[in-house]
């Protein structure tokens, strides 16, 4: 039995603010950094007084969509934010991590305008449910809102994540976190799985699960944290994954049909408290990550970058920070060299200086890369060329 002196001691320890550095104010100006193999880069900030902005998509007129965790969702339109927000957008539950996530348009947007997101929905006895919606964008309104997918919903103040991409496929894949309740391995959860739906939230019969007794049929992968990051590789069509370890063990999976990536089984993590989650971090019949980070960097957002801006950068992998090794203060934009196996070569730590949470890194349609700073005075950054 723990003695009630140490719980008290252990619920202080949680209470407290955790470990960090002074967060300061963006500098206005645009700001010059070297980096390895793009001599000089020019970071500006676009916009700015966003609050906990999650993610941000591109439509075709050029225009951002951008969403904000309390539940708004946002336009930029020539580089200036929309003060008034998209009406449509459902209650969500805005505690702690929660409330409105990840955005991303239908393929044939430009046909039926249906913009697809993901939040956490208020549910009886204060849960909350991870859900993708959709709605119809027309003249600053999303009208003929409904959920098309809901996960089985999990109380306490932590949040899950819920990314979603659409595949060369033309479904779309989702991730909703699973490491509360421990439900990554359990079949008959959404949570702490890779989804594959098709564009109403229903499963195709050729899912690898599909008629297996137990197994919702919308299961793709298990056994995932929390995926904070899901892309679909623009060059190889492969869907790829980052997932919050806990203490370390961050890491970055490429997808396949039917396969266990672990949690909470296997892990290069530790415990928040320092003990090990497993003995060894490989097993026979779970796949191993392609990158794996320890210390954590808390992962976020993932691209790949495909333009002519950075030609030194092409098929790089970039991964926002939120913190590195549990300390705040320290997030920042990572980029990944891979070989065309898959193999790390080296990575590159930047814009650290500035001490944002990086919650969002996507390639524009003109070739630069845009970032999201997960913060109170949260802002959306452009990197350009300097030179
Ligand atoms: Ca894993």
């Known amino acids: 039995m723990v003695p009630l002196l140490l719980i008290s001691v252990l619920n202080a320890q949680a209470q407290e603010p955790p470990v960090g550095l002074r967060v300061p104010r963006l500098i206005a100006g645009p700001l010059i950094v070297e980096t390895a193999e793009q001599p000089l880069i020019r970071v500006t900030v676009v916009a700015r007084g966003l609050v906990h902005p999650w993610a941000l998509a591109f439509l075709p007129d050029g225009s951002m969509l951008v969403t904000e965790r309390p539940g708004r969702l946002r336009i930029v339109r020539d580089g200036v934010l929309d003060p008034k927000a998209i009406t449509g957008i459902p209650e969500v539950r805005a505690k702690a991590f929660g409330g409105l996530q990840d955005v991303a348009l239908h393929p044939k947007f430009a046909e039926n305008h249906l913009v697809y997101f993901t939040y956490l929905k208020p549910v009886e006895n204060d849960m909350g449910a991870p859900v993708v919606a959709r709605g119809k964008l027309e003249g600053g309104a999303l009208t003929e809102v409904r959920d098309i997918l809901v996960a089985d919903a999990y109380a306490g103040n932590s949040a899950l994540s819920a990314r979603i991409a659409f595949g060369t496929d033309g479904m779309l894949y989702v991730a909703p976190g699973g490491n509360i309740d421990n439900v990554a391995q359990e079949p008959g959860s959404l949570r702490g799985k890779i989804l594959r739906v098709r564009d109403d939230g229903s499963a ?184």
Request: proline letters at 8%.
């Open 204 to 387: 195709p019969p050729d899912n690898p699960f599909a008629g297996r007794a137990g197994y919702r049929p919308e299961i793709y992968s298990l056994g995932h944290r929390n995926s904070l990051g899901l892309i679909v590789h623009p060059q190889t069509g492969a869907v790829w994954n980052n997932e919050n370890g806990p203490n370390g063990g961050d890491e970055m999976n490429i997808i396949l049909p039917g396969r266990n990536y672990g949690w909470p089984l296997v892990s290069f993590g530790r415990e928040y408290t320092g003990p090990r989650i497993s003995d060894a971090p490989a097993r026979e019949g779970i796949e191993s990550p392609i990158v794996v980070w320890l210390p954590a960097i808390a992962v976020s957002g993932m691209a790949v970058y495909t333009g002519d801006r950075f030609p030194k950068w092409k098929g790089n992998i970039f991964v926002g920070s939120m913190r590195t090794g549990e300390v705040r203060g320290t997030g920042h934009l990572e980029r990944i060299v891979l070989t065309g196996k898959n193999e790390e070569l080296r990575r590159e730590s930047m814009l650290g200086e500035l001490r944002q949470r990086i919650r969002e890194v996507r390639q524009g349609p003109d070739g630069y890369l845009y970032l999201l700073t997960d913060e109170d005075d949260g802002a959306l950054l452009r990197i350009e060329p300097a030179q």
